[in-house]
């Protein structure tokens, strides 16, 4: 499978008439309004970091909120499979979204927003509080800091030191997964792409940018 390259996937721009057709055919036309509250979002971000220089924990916690907003739905409910990782235009059309789908429209619209990408990385972590599997959106201010958090569990961004209840499993973004073992330090374990849920992620998002 030939990608289409990674800065055409996944932004609301890139959303065709063809996809939205689709969607709207499968989820009903208040998919189309959730859609365009999402294009327009984007915009009106875009436009406001050109006159000016943006406070970056008041982008995260917009982005954080506005995905928040998406009733939880597990996957097994609203795909019918133990697990699904949905494009941010479906997560969108079919108002519904578990902690994987948060994290990966959150990373795609940040990166829309003009975020560079080594400052993004989604961890797969366990939640010590629920007992359970999670996945968040981690934001870098550089690349020795401390992390911030963005989680469909928490309304708030907060800094990785106020979530101690998240032990880390292993991250990644477009560029690399980094496995995390306990208590040692995190190792590159290389593409992305090794992961089947990843690799069927980028397929949905070439199959939408050819509707």
Known sequence: MAWAEAADVGFSRSVTKGLVENL?????????????DWQEFVRARRAEQRRHLPDELELLDSVNAFFNRIP????MAHWGTKDYWATPA????????????????????????????????????????????????AYYPSPNAVPLILDNLDDKVRSVSERSDLIPVFSFNDE??????????????????????WRLLMDKLDQELRL
Not at 72 to 75: A, I, K, L, N, T
Not at 110 to 130: D, F
Not at 179 to 194: D, E, F, K, T, V
């Open 72 to 75: 939880f739905v597990s996957d």
């Open 24 to 36: 709207s055919a499968r989820y009903g036309l208040a998919s189309r309004t959730r859609i365009a």
């Open 176 to 197: 690399d997964l980094l496995y995390a073992p306990p208590g040692q330090r995190a190792i590159n374990a290389g593409s992305p792409l090794q992961m089947r849920m």
């Open 90 to 137: 479906e997560v969108l059309a079919s108002n519904g979204a578990d902690c994987e789908d948060y994290s990966i429209a959150k990373y795609f619209t940040l990166k829309e927003m003009g975020v560079p990408l080594e400052r993004l990385r989604i961890i797969y972590v366990t939640a010590s509080r629920q007992n359970e599997a999670h996945m968040v959106l």
